[in-house]
């Protein structure tokens, strides 16, 4: 985080709110601000003279607060301390302000990890802007407030709060703070790290312009982004310039093997030596994926050698299998992983449960679908135990095609293994199955995800409701609606009006009344369904229920327009 610095910035003048105050009150806060700053400052064993004050949270406000940090800012530990122990043992509320004031003096003293920690829970608390603005209030001097800053950005960063981030980043750049590259490192990995690669870039500009120099690290990051953007003949163009790192070639060696040009990255490879440039697993094992790719036995075998060589792979993979394969999984090298998976098969070779689902993860997020179905279906009939994560990965990618009918099927087994979560993933994909008129396969789904209890989006079920009552299938619909309720799983009000049209149509008016008060209870009724419920009540006579629930519809300021209205209140005569 931020370096130690060897002094300290003092805090700004501060309001005291003197005008709420009468002046004698005013006068025995000074004084007693004064009196427990002296014995801050002058005693050692100081908590047993704070207690015989008898402080409390009415006494100890964050005005006081802050007229006693002004006079103990000098010895910052000490304020620190001071900060800590009111808060736990008389109650102490700090305010947005007091918080932020122990912020910029526990980093203008080198105080890290209690600045760290604090701002941990700010972040949480307060909006991004909210808390910048602040900061810059409470911090004097320019040095200060970008230290302070670039502080607070590397924290929103470093939890993967890019949106929090890049507000502080434009709030720094508003007031004409510059960030620290550190901080500017964080923000960028943050971006790279969400494949938010168009921003990354954009924010890459922005960050030269502020006048950061960029060092080792940043270098690296920009050669990523290129990557990701495809640019890769301006990644040879930074070798070229003497920009070389182990990401920059690592990278570039990616790409040739990808491409099928072993002689380019085996020439790559001898620079990074020449240059004594550190080559691990990850480099070797990308030319080892591109061969297997283009099943070029010849580099295989080379690659491996030297990768056995330098003690990269064992010498005998037979009793390290797992390893070899969750590595290359772990990196996305799947060619590589599939291959000495597919030896263990030939070798009638069982693997751990772990690395059968670092492989379908590692095939599922490849997107390669039809080596990743294979595996699962060894996985299934083998009845092999595979994590969530990868069970998730692999329903991602069937929801992410078109299946067939046996992708389907593989949908539905994965889910009655109650191996997966992905309630959103497997919602949008029944929705698409039923925008595409393949009502069958949506609605075998939603059954086998409602029996697991997984929590489906409405959106898909409303669809289904809808075509369970344009095909004058009531019961499917009705049933649909009870075990969606049974999970607290609510349709849209428009959904429900079509339901309700329908079963008063078919005259099953207990079951529509039983719908609507599920409607009431959920605050999810309109003009329309009051009409459409007083209307078939005044159909079969029940004028009573039909006036109770016109009552209620006015009462709830929901009358329809004039014309409506006048033909709805027709049926009472």
Not at 28 to 56: D, E, G, T, Y
Not at 112 to 128: E, F, G, I, N, Y
Not at 292 to 305: F, H, L, Q
Not at 481 to 497: A, G, I
Request: proline share 2%; glycine share 4%; aromatic share 8%.
């Amino acid at each position: 985080m931020l370096l130690h610095r060897s002094h300290y910035f003092f805090l700004k003048p501060f309001s005291t709110s003197a005008n709420s105050l009468t002046w004698r009150t005013q006068i025995k806060q000074n004084q007693l601000a004064s009196q427990i700053s002296s014995i801050l400052l002058q005693r050692h064993n100081w908590v047993p003279l704070l207690q015989n004050l008898n402080l409390s949270s009415k006494v100890l406000t964050p005005s006081l607060f802050l007229q006693i940090l002004h006079k103990t800012q000098t010895n910052p530990p000490i304020s620190l301390n001071f900060y800590n122990w009111a808060k736990t043992n008389i109650g102490f509320q700090p305010d947005l302000n007091s918080n932020c004031q122990i912020i910029q003096l526990s980093l203008g003293s080198g105080l890290v990890q209690p600045a760290k920690s604090l701002l941990d829970s700010l972040v949480q608390t307060h909006p991004a802007s909210v808390l910048v603005q602040c900061l810059i209030r409470v911090c004097r001097g320019i040095d200060s407030q970008s230290n302070v800053l670039s502080f607070v950005l590397e924290c929103y960063s470093q939890k993967g709060l890019f949106v929090e981030g890049l507000e502080v980043f434009r709030k720094m750049r508003v007031h004409g703070f510059t960030p620290s590259v550190r901080a500017c490192n964080a923000l960028l990995d943050a971006l790279l790290r969400e494949n938010e690669i168009k921003l990354a870039w954009c924010s890459y500009g922005a960050i030269i312009r502020c006048g950061v120099l960029l060092d080792r690290s940043m270098w690296s990051l920009v050669a990523q982004i290129l990557s990701k953007n495809g640019k890769f003949e301006t990644i040879f163009r930074l070798l070229e310039l003497g920009i070389c790192n182990s990401v920059t070639y690592n990278l570039a060696i990616d790409f040739y093997s990808k491409s099928g040009d072993f002689g380019a990255a085996f020439d790559t490879l001898n620079q990074m030596c020449d240059r004594k440039i550190d080559l691990g697993f990850s480099t070797y094992s990308s030319v080892l994926d591109g061969a297997c790719k283009y099943e070029n036995a010849e580099v295989i075998e080379r690659i491996m050698s030297i990768m056995v060589e330098k003690g990269l792979l064992p010498k005998t993979t037979l009793l390290e299998y797992d390893l070899v394969v969750q590595k290359l999984s772990d990196l996305g090298k799947t060619y590589a992983a599939e291959m000495f998976y597919k030896r263990t098969c030939a070798e009638k070779i069982g693997l751990q449960d772990a690395t059968y689902g670092c492989l379908l993860r590692a095939l599922s997020k490849e997107g390669r679908v039809k080596e990743v179905i294979s595996v699962y279906r060894l996985i299934s009939e083998r009845g092999i135990a595979v994590n969530d994560k990868s069970c998730n990965a692999f329903v991602n990618v069937l929801c992410k095609e078109d299946p067939s009918e046996e992708g389907c099927e593989l949908l539905r087994d994965v889910i009655r293994r109650g191996s997966s979560h992905c309630s959103l993933e497997l919602s949008k994909f029944v929705a698409s199955q039923c925008s595409k008129r393949r009502w069958k396969e949506a609605e075998e789904l939603l059954d086998v995800i409602l029996d697991k209890g997984l929590l489906p989006d409405s959106s898909c079920c409303c669809l289904l409701v809808k075509h369970y009552c344009s095909s004058r299938r009531i019961d499917s619909a009705i049933a649909l609606h009870n075990k969606m309720e049974s999970l607290n799983v609510s349709l849209d009000v428009s959904t429900y009006n079509v339901l309700l049209n329908r079963l008063f149509v078919a005259k099953r008016i207990e079951e529509a009344v039983s719908v609507f008060d599920h409607m009431r209870d959920q605050n999810l009724v309109s003009s329309e369904s009051f009409t459409i419920v007083i209307r078939g009540l005044c159909r079969i006579k029940e004028l009573r229920k039909a006036m109770k629930f016109h009552d209620e519809m006015l009462n709830m300021g929901l009358k329809p327009n004039q014309a409506t209205y006048k033909r709805l209140i027709s049926g009472f005569k």
